[in-house]
């Protein structure tokens, strides 16, 4: 079942938000200060291709420098990203075939606002990043 809808997702979601986040990290890599947020922005980007069978976690050994970054990505990215989820998902629960869909789009909105100091993860294995 994963599978399938991950499938529907990639044609009718995940590719256009992998193409944008991955633009976004390129973006973000040509200084120096943005490559931490260039490659969290990947992070996500692959994470919106096939989010189907993941999950986000808190990765254990992050500290201070995720907390301030976070608040930096929130404040100039991570608002706009996480309202672009909000109303995507909503327009996507209109009809029963999209509520997966749109369920999967509110599933990115914690990873979209804060993503540095997270590990994506199996569903199979959802404490792999913890320990």
């Known amino acids: 079942m994963k599978t399938i809808l991950n499938i529907i997702w990639l044609i009718f979601s995940g590719f256009w938000l992998f193409l944008g986040y991955m633009f976004a990290g390129v973006l973000l890599f040509i200084t120096i200060i943005g490559i931490p947020f260039a ?8 994470y919106a291709l ?3 069978g993941q999950t986000v976690v808190e990765r254990p050994t992050s500290g201070a420098a995720s907390f301030v970054g976070n608040v ?11 309202l672009a989820h909000i109303v995507t998902g909503v327009i996507q629960c209109v009809t029963i075939i999209g ?13 979209s606002l804060m993503p540095l100091g997270k590990e994506i993860v199996s569903t199979d294995q959802p404490f792999a990043g913890r320990w």
């Open 39 to 46: 490659l969290a922005s990947w992070r996500i980007g692959f």
């Open 50 to 52: 096939w989010p189907f």
């Open 72 to 82: 930096l990505w929130l404040i100039l990215a991570g608002w706009w990203l996480a």
């Open 99 to 111: 509520i997966p869909l749109g369920l999967a789009n509110f599933k990115l909105i914690p990873v």
